[in-house]
């Protein structure tokens, strides 16, 4: 028969291999999520290959693994220029980027976390953009094109940060801003521009009128060489009539009748009054 104390040491024994085993095995494997990538290192050197999601063994105790979130993020960076005629112009940028899952032992030995590669690589990046994209325009084609000054901007940014294994998504103007002397001049403009049209609206309307005038005169013009035309028309009747009448009175045998134009404005027909009638 065993002894006892002989037993109980055996158990103690086999615990605590079983405890050791357990706490090796456990730092022999590391699992990794979806959205997430991880970089091995043993003794401190980055391992090649990214760990990919799943579980992965590792050598205990001597090795360990650095997670990187892959999925998409937001960050928001102030960023400040000059015009091509050299005004100020400030914005703030919202930048949706993600890691390349594959290239994370790079963004780990030359950035070594995702929070220095947000303050050491995006934003002086973004920055950069967006002096370049500025500079190739005035302030005023900053606010008329600011499409294409924002699509300048985004080609720019991506073609900088694909070196560093970052892939941007999606980039947003929250602000973009002139300084105060620019803002003022702006308005300025426009209410001179406003004046302007306004004093060209004006121009045309007595242009119009003008040649309304003209017109009424040129119809007056015409409808007294036309009343002048009748009246000598009938200047030559009324000789006619008053030689009829002498003739008459000198010992004509009948009443001699008489040329009238009639009275109603409408009409310009002539008819004959016998004066022997009256």
Same mark, same amino acid.
């Given at each position: 028969m065993s002894?006892? #104390? !002989?037993q109980?040491?055996?158990s103690?024994? *086999?615990?605590a291999?079983t405890?050791a %085993?357990i706490?090796?095995g456990?730092n022999?494997?590391?699992? +990794?999520?979806p959205?997430e990538?991880g970089v091995l290192? $043993?003794?401190?050197?980055?391992?090649?290959?990214? &760990?990919?999601?799943g579980a992965? &063994?590792?050598?205990?105790?001597?090795a360990n693994?650095?997670?990187f979130?892959? !999925?998409?993020?937001k960050?928001?960076?102030?960023?400040?220029s000059s015009?091509?005629d050299l005004?100020? *112009?400030t914005a703030?940028?919202? $930048?949706?980027f993600?890691i390349?899952s594959t290239?994370?032992?790079n963004?780990?030995?030359q950035q070594g976390?995702l929070?220095n590669?947000?303050a050491k690589v995006?934003a002086?990046?973004?920055q950069e953009?967006?002096? +370049?994209?500025?500079a190739?325009r005035t302030?005023?084609?900053a606010? !008329?094109?600011?499409?294409?000054l924002k #699509?300048?901007?985004? @080609?720019t &940014?991506?073609?900088? %940060?694909?070196?560093y294994a970052?892939t941007?998504?999606?980039?947003?103007?929250i602000? &973009?801003?002139f300084? @105060?002397e620019?803002a003022?001049?702006?308005?300025?403009?426009q209410?001179?521009e406003q004046?302007?049209?306004r004093a060209?609206?004006i121009?045309?309307?007595?242009?119009q009128?003008? #040649?309304a005038?003209? @017109?009424?005169a040129?119809?007056?013009?015409?409808?007294?060489?036309l009343l002048?035309?009748t009246?000598?028309?009938?200047g030559?009747?009324?000789v006619l009539?008053?030689e009829?009448?002498?003739?008459w009175?000198?010992?004509?045998s009948s009443?001699?009748r008489?040329l009238?134009?009639?009275?109603?404005s409408?009409?310009s027909?002539?008819?004959?009054l @016998?004066?022997?009638d009256?």
């Amino acid at each position: 028969m065993s002894n006892p #104390q !002989t037993q109980s040491t055996l158990s103690i024994v *086999l615990g605590a291999l079983t405890a050791a %085993l357990i706490f090796v095995g456990l730092n022999s494997v590391v699992i +990794i999520n979806p959205g997430e990538a991880g970089v091995l290192s $043993i003794l401190g050197k980055a391992q090649d290959g990214a &760990l990919l999601e799943g579980a992965h &063994l590792k050598p205990p105790f001597i090795a360990n693994v650095d997670i990187f979130d892959v !999925t998409v993020q937001k960050f928001e960076v102030p960023a400040q220029s000059s015009t091509k005629d050299l005004q100020d *112009l400030t914005a703030r940028f919202a $930048i949706n980027f993600r890691i390349d899952s594959t290239e994370v032992v790079n963004v780990r030995r030359q950035q070594g976390t995702l929070r220095n590669l947000v303050a050491k690589v995006i934003a002086p990046q973004t920055q950069e953009a967006f002096k +370049i994209a500025a500079a190739r325009r005035t302030a005023e084609e900053a606010i !008329t094109e600011r499409a294409q000054l924002k #699509q300048d901007f985004d @080609n720019t &940014l991506i073609d900088r %940060l694909q070196k560093y294994a970052v892939t941007v998504q999606d980039t947003s103007v929250i602000d &973009l801003n002139f300084s @105060n002397e620019f803002a003022k001049a702006v308005e300025e403009k426009q209410i001179a521009e406003q004046r302007a049209q306004r004093a060209v609206y004006i121009a045309q309307e007595a242009e119009q009128q003008a #040649q309304a005038d003209i @017109n009424r005169a040129k119809g007056r013009s015409e409808a007294q060489r036309l009343l002048a035309e009748t009246l000598k028309a009938s200047g030559g009747e009324l000789v006619l009539q008053k030689e009829a009448i002498a003739a008459w009175r000198s010992g004509g045998s009948s009443m001699p009748r008489v040329l009238v134009m009639g009275d109603d404005s409408d009409s310009s027909v002539p008819f004959l009054l @016998n004066l022997s009638d009256l």
